[in-house]
């Protein structure tokens, strides 16, 4: 059992930057997979960035590759998520999640996939003004 909880959520200009992170209870962070995921008003819960357990492996979204980077620190228990160039169409609630299995591998289908991850963060809010 892992508890997820995150932070760094906010208000921000388009075009500016925002990290937001989760800190994870429990010591097994480490073998977890982890990701972002975000609901935007109204739309469903959408895939962001997912990193294996080591660090070593990342997959992103198409609508934030080369802006957003996702990253962790074990020693920590957290998974970041640094956000540039943000646009108002970034606004939404950001979600993080952590999967049993350690690895990063498979069809993007597989990856992005909210029910293959088994515990979540409560969220929190980022908001891109124009």
């Known amino acids: 059992q892992v508890q997820l909880v995150e932070s760094g959520g906010g208000l921000v200009q388009a075009g500016g930057s925002l990290s937001v992170s989760c800190a994870a209870s429990?010591?097994?962070?480490?073998?977890?997979?982890m990701s972002w995921f975000r609901q935007a008003p109204g739309k469903e819960r959408e895939f962001v960035a997912a990193i294996n357990w080591s660090g070593g492996r990342t997959v992103y979204a198409d609508s934030v590759k080369g802006r957003f980077t996702i990253s962790r620190d074990n020693a920590k228990n957290t998974v970041y998520l640094q956000m540039n160039s943000l646009r108002p169409a970034d606004t939404a609630v950001y979600y993080c999640a952590a999967a049993n299995r350690g690895y990063v591998s498979g069809s993007y289908s597989f990856i992005s996939s909210a029910s293959e991850y088994n515990y979540w963060g409560q969220g929190t809010q980022v908001t891109v003004s124009s």
């Open positions: 429990g010591r097994t962070f480490s073998t977890y997979a």
